[in-house]
């Protein structure tokens, strides 16, 4: 017994979300759990710095980001402490994942702009949160002059740079915030800004910048290069042309070694000092890794938002897909093409309804989710006449556009707040489907879905909805940590653990037993309200489209009528 | 003093409404009402019979209406009997209003058949409620026949049969419930059911109809000979045919005597029998003529739905209004073309709201409607980029079409319930202004607009948005009781204390002094956004429609944009 326990290996994944942080430290046998622990950030509303006149603005505190890694890490070697034979030395590796593009300006020493007293009160210092949607008039600037630059920037990003994204976001300081555009020496994804601190790396002229972030976000390539060119960003504005100096490229995937713990993060945390970092990725993107994605395999983690991801060999020509939000080599399984797609609300879009719609029927008593999904679970697909388009946080996939709105059609005077709950729920699962058919239009057979984040672990009403609309089976990943388990599967490579991401997922990964089977009826239904859907999606999400909607309500009474019968 | 009193006139209208009926005592000398009393009807839910399975059914117990007469009759005369030297042989004539279309089927006795034990338990037997709208099917069919037939049938009744109107509902229940069918032997508007009980002259092939509900609902018109001819009813169906034979042609306006009352039902409420009963109209027309409606006013009747009514002096040649409700002769004013349109639910949308989509913060305390009021008064227009329709019970107004829908769009994250439910208030105001505009396209100017019904007397904030939507002053008629109070002109028409309707008005109405004015700065706003709506009710409302909406939500959030700086 004792001999097996001194053998064990464990990775450490950390893990930032939109509102916290978590580690989770993992057997690199089996993937199991043996302790993890959230840390909540602490400024702003949930973590997030906002500005009342303008919804636009989701800001962050690096402070948070670095007390939060402390804070959670020791929280779970407390906990893994309890289990029998561990010893924080077993830990073998460290791997960091974090939301994105969620840039953050540093000064030459890489040190956050927003924690140095001087820029304590300006919120440009502080970090983009990636839903921040304040440069959005940037991004269509962007999108306009990369379109017409020969070097074809767009063509691995969907044909549309977001408000979301990197460089949007810097040229929107740069016009608005030109002190602290100034003071920023480099601009640093919080993918690489973690990694960066713990290693104590932090020179933004050499720290290594992840493929996963530079290539989705930053509009990274090798078949241009690296970065945009010099002349495209100066044609931005002429400010922004050094930026690419101060970029230490190439970037490279998860896989590799980032750095080591520095002695004072160790012992702050108390682990052995030199455990191995990796690169850090995109927490969406090394959740599909924790999910167990492989080819032909779509991944889903469906949260406040929702991100798609694929991986497709690298044999062959290399697709581009109009409408994704990206296809990059090695941003999630090195060696594969990464694709990346999603939805910008959709617990959040449920989250809106039920703290401002429903009424107090539904939040006098317990659960106002549970007493909603109660009631919406009684009724048939097509029975409220109900159809709602999930834009309320804008459009990511396929049409990448943030001035886009929600959109409720149906309502009669005895529409009922379950019917529209429904209704919202039926809707994010129609763009669900329609990010999958993209993908199948462009060549990549989706074979199998498997399904995680907190949606997927618990809420079955919303997982039959998208098996029903899809009409495909739901798989849900075993783990319910998965893009912690993703960033631990790196730790366990670099770690030397394993020797492939591969091999790694193939021990640590998998599903549960429960598959959500689509209903026949269900999906019949289904069938008949997606093309009422993409009508309005495509008349509605298109600039200069010619569309006939005449029928619409016509037919959502038409099919409400038939299910009542 | 003694003498005076003695020489005092007055006269009785009695309203019925969609829920109860009102009783309305006023000096014939300046309309002050001296007393009233309201009926709620017992039978359903507020009144109204309906069906769990099917939403378009609303039917009512011709019993209530009987009832309904007798105590609110006697409440009235209670009241007046605490004025001093009020008696009832002053009661000089009694004007009837009543919904419609509101057909009942009577058997060869004139009585309704939901009265006899055999039909009790037989929906179809009772009073088709001008709500009900289980027979669009026939609508459809009937406006697709009535296109096609050279005699133009359609031509007054803006171009579309209505699910509401007559013949519509005559024909389903042809249908679909033979039995009751074939037991009735004619069927009467509740406008004609009502005099012909008080008056007893009840014989369904003798009795008086009025031009009001026949013109505007039943296809009536001289043009082609009163009602449609017998080949095009047996085109529908050979059993429609002989419901000709069974009306007393010409229809005729109300300010031409009924009958008078018989000394049954004078007994049982407490009047001298022999008074004059006035040929009965619908609430809305004599609403309208209680408002003081006359050549250039534009009368609205706000209330859970909307009538807006015109009259038009018979010179020239008549109005031909696409998509309006009907132009009649002498169906408001006798001698003058009465143009009637409408929306088929106002208040009806933000009770819906209010019962179904407004969380606890707005119902705990007080009155929902007040609270929510409060919160969306202190928001500017655009401020929520929201964007309603107005369709949750159809279109009646300019679309003619009860298959239609709410849609709300521009939803973010953030929307709230005043939000929301500002922007069904601002629907509702594009939707009138859609009215005026068509109106205004046919050639008859409207340079006053007269309000009345419960929203225009006690909602400041909604007539506050329908002055800066449509950009024009809101007046308040005087009386709170138009309908009741039109019908009382009537009444004292048919007794002689008036030689016409006009100069009847002109001492029995008015309009208060409290006038809503467009705020400038507001109306801007408004004018960028009716594009927006139009641009939705044209896309949704028509058929065949190819509509470019591709800028509707951009412009909506540039429009918020703006309004928040």
């Given amino acids: 017994m004792a001999k097996q326990a001194a053998k064990k290996q464990y990775a450490l994944g950390v893990d930032y979300g939109t509102n916290s942080v978590r580690a989770l430290i993992v057997d690199v046998a089996d993937g199991r759990e043996v302790g993890t622990h959230v840390f909540n950030y602490k400024a702003g509303k949930d973590g997030i710095l906002l500005d009342p006149k303008d919804p636009n603005l989701a800001r962050q505190d690096p402070a948070d980001y670095i007390n939060g890694f402390f804070a959670s890490v020791k929280g779970a070697l407390r906990q893994a ?16 994942d974090t939301t994105g593009s969620t840039p953050i300006p540093v000064d030459r020493d890489g040190v956050a702009l927003a924690m140095k007293p001087e820029f304590k009160k300006d919120m440009a210092a502080y970090a983009w949160l990636w839903k921040d949607h304040t440069s959005h008039a940037e991004a269509a600037e962007i999108t306009e002059k990369a379109s017409r630059d020969p070097a074809g920037y767009l063509t691995k990003c969907g044909g549309t740079y977001s408000s979301e994204w990197y460089w949007s976001k810097i040229l929107h300081c740069c016009r608005t915030s030109p002190k602290v555009f100034k003071a920023a020496y480099s601009w640093i994804e919080q993918a690489d800004f973690i990694p960066a601190f713990i290693t104590g790396n932090t020179d933004p002229d050499t720290m290594p910048r992840g493929i996963c972030a530079a290539g989705h976000k930053c509009m990274y390539h090798e078949d241009w290069g690296g970065l945009p060119s010099k002349p495209f960003l100066a044609g931005l504005d002429p400010k922004m042309a050094d930026l690419r100096d101060r970029y230490a490229a190439p970037a490279i995937p998860a896989d590799q070694t980032a750095g080591h713990l520095t002695a004072a993060v160790a012992k702050k945390v108390g682990l052995p000092a ?46 581009d897909v109009p409408g994704l939000c990206g296809i990059v080599p090695g941003s999630i399984v090195p060696g594969m093409y990464g694709i990346e797609a999603g939805q910008p609300a959709v617990g959040d879009i449920f989250n809106w309804f039920t703290s401002h719609l429903a009424p107090a029927e539904f939040t006098a008593k317990g659960d106002v989710h549970v007493n909603l999904t109660k009631a919406a679970q009684k009724l048939s697909p097509g029975q409220s006449g109900l159809l709602a388009l999930d834009w309320n946080n804008g459009n990511r996939s396929i049409l990448v556009d943030p001035l886009l709105s929600g959109l409720l059609v149906g309502q009669t005077l005895h ?46 009403f919303v997982m039959q909805i998208y098996a029903d609309v899809c009409n495909r089976p739901m798989k849900i990943s075993r783990s319910a940590q998965t893009c912690a388990l993703g960033a631990a599967i790196f730790g366990a490579v670099v770690g030397g653990a394993y020797k492939t991401t591969e091999a790694a997922q193939k021990k640590m990964t998998g599903v549960k037993p429960t598959v959500y089977r689509p209903n026949k009826a ?16 495509d008349a509605f999400g298109t600039a200069n489209a010619q569309a006939k909607l005449g029928h619409v309500m016509k037919e959502l009474i038409a099919i409400r009528e038939k299910t009542r019968k």
Same sequence: chains 1, 2.
């Fill in 522 to 537: 269900a999906a019949k239904i289904y069938a008949d309200l997606y093309p009422l859907y993409r009508a309005l999606h």
């Fill in 415 to 460: 529409t009922t707040a379950p019917e529209v709950y429904r209704a919202l729920v039926e809707g994010t699962a129609f763009g669900a489907l329609t990010i999958i058919k993209r993908i199948e239009e462009c060549g990549a057979e989706v074979n199998e879905v498997i399904n995680c984040g907190g949606i997927a672990e618990k809420n079955a």
């Fill in 274 to 319: 030199g455990i191995p970092v990796a690169v850090g990725a995109i927490d969406a993107h090394l959740g599909a890794v924790g999910a167990g994605i492989k080819p032909g395999a779509l991944v889903k983690i469906i949260g406040t938002s929702t991100c798609d991801m694929m991986v497709v060999p690298m044999t062959g020509k290399e697709l």
């Fill in 81 to 96: 402490a309890k289990v029998r034979g561990f010893k924080p030395e077993q830990i073998v590796g460290i791997g960091v």
